[in-house]
């Protein structure tokens, strides 16, 4: 049997590169750019797409670490042709949405800053604040990210208290309300007690908070208790009234007063170093300012261009409604006419983007620009000290260059149930959260009062690094999921058990494998009978301690997850005919097994799966004769 040769980057067939950036017409459109497994990593658009996607190629082209490392991958290239430039714009945001290709993330998920969440896609929307921006369900909306969490935490427990939301994520009894429904505060969403369209109606006044949209919401309301005031329907009018004050004295918390009350606008403006881009953009909304908004970017790229990619894909996900009349930007757009077309056509009505150079608007800018730069040195702070300690641990660890992906791995269980292991990964010294991974202990060995955590370490190492023995050619440098150092929660033992299972792979010699143990913070190498010579409390010690808790925390995390939901099945696994599946269906429609108990037979047979006579049985065990 005979497989096909593998495909090579274009950088590496300038024959097959120069015919085909031929093929590309010097049109307005969207750019592909594939790899060898035919998966779009980057998706661009140009007002002309042939001499845009050459330059990726060209020699003096200024790029970026991000973009040179996806210039290397690129094995075919594809284009879509529009009429016009901002049929390009929306294109390329619909095209990215869909996808989400790896090399598109301009702005990087930055932990610090809070989301508020509303997930339109359940009947029932829940509002939260998050720190993690999920993408898995169009429906759902996120606003921010904001930069005062304590205020946005303040805005959202006023907003549940002018308004009766839902205020639990689950209900707290199964067959009634819970005193929140009887004080007003929630209208008995748990037991649906109000339709999903009038609660719905309710969120989507909270959403206008989130929007900037308050004092519109103040005038809506004002309409409605007056009307209900005419109606004589005077306990509404009431309820309505306190709403109202309610929104003025949020208003009065969350507002700073600015001149100019007539129009609605956004401004933006950065500052930057040789590495990174803070971006500052302010919601104004009749003259005041509602929200603060805080995005981090690679600052290779022009001023301007770094400024017009923010906003693009700020107001991608944006509702009409929120788009303001005017954006003022420190720097001129390089595409901003059709930046503001696009705008234009989606709020329906005239969306003018322009750079103030003097006078109350040009002052506007200058505050937000003083704000990038505070954001900017808090960074370089942070920055300073992950550099030193990176530097720190490549002088111990006697590394070639700064270890820019580091990996922590341990174990977690009580006397061998429920085993499960960690892995968190550390980008320049900072959690890289999108990249941990849980693993559950298959070892038949390690059971309940048999524990074994060598062969556990031993067994995930080999599932992380499996496909790089099965084909050595994947590539390890400039590869991002290639760690620079692997780090094992122990001593000695944990250590060996690794280096023995890298060494059947092949894979010791490109790997730089260390352990830590805990009680003196001891540093082991392969190979090496006694520790490195170290100082717990210098700067690379000290990070790897920060792994090794951070890999601890999050395997006893998931630990505890695995052993709560088993203790929720063990009563369940003696029921005979009710499997894992129907187990979950069972749990997820009664949410405990308490509330499976005091069910009737009829009760369980409405849960999808369960029948009549699984359900006579469930029923029957619980209620033994």
Known sequence: MTTSAPILPLVKDTERLEAR????????????????????????????????????????????????????????????????????????????????????????????????????????????????????????????????????????????????????????????????????????????????????????????????????????????????????????AARIRDQIAGLKSLNAQQKVSLPDDTVSRDAIALAADNQHACIQLFQIRAGQLVGRLAFVAESQAEAGAILQRVLEEHYQTADSVEIPAEILVQHELPDGEILAAALTQRKGRKVTILAPQRQTKAELIEMVERNAQYELQRMQKLGDRNHEAMQDLAGILDLPDLPHRIEGYDISHIQGSNAVASQVVFIDGIPAKQYYRHYKIKNPTVTIGHSDDFASLAEVIQRRFRKYAEDPKL?????????DVVMIDGGKGQLSAVVAVLQEMNLLEDLRVVSLAKKREEIFLPGESTPLTTDSEQPGVQLLRRLRDEAHRFAVSFHRQQRSDKLKRSRLDEIPGLGHHRQKLLLAHFRSIDYIRQASPAQIAEVPGIGTKLAQEIYNYFHPA
């Open 475 to 483: 590539p390890r440098v400039d590869n991002p999921d290639w760690p």
């Open 21 to 236: 950036l031929a093929e590309i017409p010097p049109e307005p459109g969207v750019y592909f750019m594939r790899d060898g497994s035919d998966r779009i990593i980057y998706i661009g658009k140009s007002r002309k797409l042939r001499s845009r996607v050459r330059s990726y190629f060209r020699d003096g082209y200024n790029k970026t670490e991000r973009i040179a490392t996806m210039v290397k991958q690129v094995t075919d290239i594809e284009f879509i042709v529009t009429d016009t430039e901002a049929e390009a714009l929306a294109l390329e945001a619909n095209l990215i949405k869909q996808h989400q290709p790896y090399f598109n993330v301009l702005l990087k998920d930055d932990k610090k800053y809070p989301y508020v969440c509303i997930t339109w896609s359940e009947d029932y929307p829940r509002i939260f604040i998050t720190r993690k921006r999920q993408l898995g369900k169009e429906k759902d909306k996120y606003y921010g990210p904001y930069t005062d969490s304590g205020l946005l935490r303040s805005i959202l427990h006023l907003s549940k208290r002018i308004f009766a939301l839902r205020q639990r994520p689950q209900p707290l009894f199964k067959d009634r309300p819970c005193l929140n429904y009887d004080m007003g505060r929630c209208p008995g969403v748990c037991q649906q007690l109000i339709s999903p369209e009038e609660y719905r109606k309710t969120v989507q006044k909270v959403a206008m908070v989130f929007q900037g949209r308050t004092q519109e919401l103040i005038e809506i309301l004002t309409e409605q208790m007056e009307t209900a005031a005419t109606a004589l329907n005077f306990e509404s």
